[in-house]
């Protein structure tokens, strides 16, 4: 099986920068994509952005311009590079995994126990 570990949350003001990363272990595939979902409370799960293993990328239009993903397949490990940050990006920030790219979540059979985000105005 796979299980992802995400790192790197934390507690910011409006405009700054974090960085997150997924460290992926065991069995997995050369095709796998990998990518980002966020979840605050009372809200539904979100699509962020995903990568495949060849590097075609897709991004939510709401991060499109202020986060940055990538990932290093030598170390199956996934980043997002967020910078200008804002009160809206405050939420759980979760590590996916599955065969393809997609904006939706069923599409992923691999999830990371999230790491939170907190942006303050």
């Known amino acids: 099986q796979v299980q992802l570990a995400e790192s790197g949350g934390g507690s910011v003001q409006a405009g700054d920068s974090l960085r997150l990363s997924c460290a992926g272990s065991?069995?997995?595939?050369?095709?796998?994509?990998m990518g980002w979902f966020r979840q605050a409370p009372g809200k539904e799960r979100e699509f962020v952005g995903a990568?495949?293993?060849?590097?075609?990328?897709d991004y939510a239009d709401s991060v499109k311009g202020r986060f940055t993903i990538s990932r290093d397949n030598a170390k199956n490990t996934l980043y997002l590079q967020m910078s200008s940050l804002e009160p809206e990006d405050t939420a759980a920030y979760h590590c996916?995994?599955?065969?393809?790219?997609?904006?939706?979540?069923?599409?992923?059979?691999?999830w990371g126990q999230g790491t939170q985000v907190t942006v303050s105005s």
């Open positions: 996916v995994a599955g065969p393809y790219i997609s904006r939706y979540a069923h599409a992923y059979n691999y």
């Open positions: 065991g069995r997995t595939f050369s095709s796998s994509a």
């Open positions: 990568i495949s293993w060849g590097g075609g990328i």
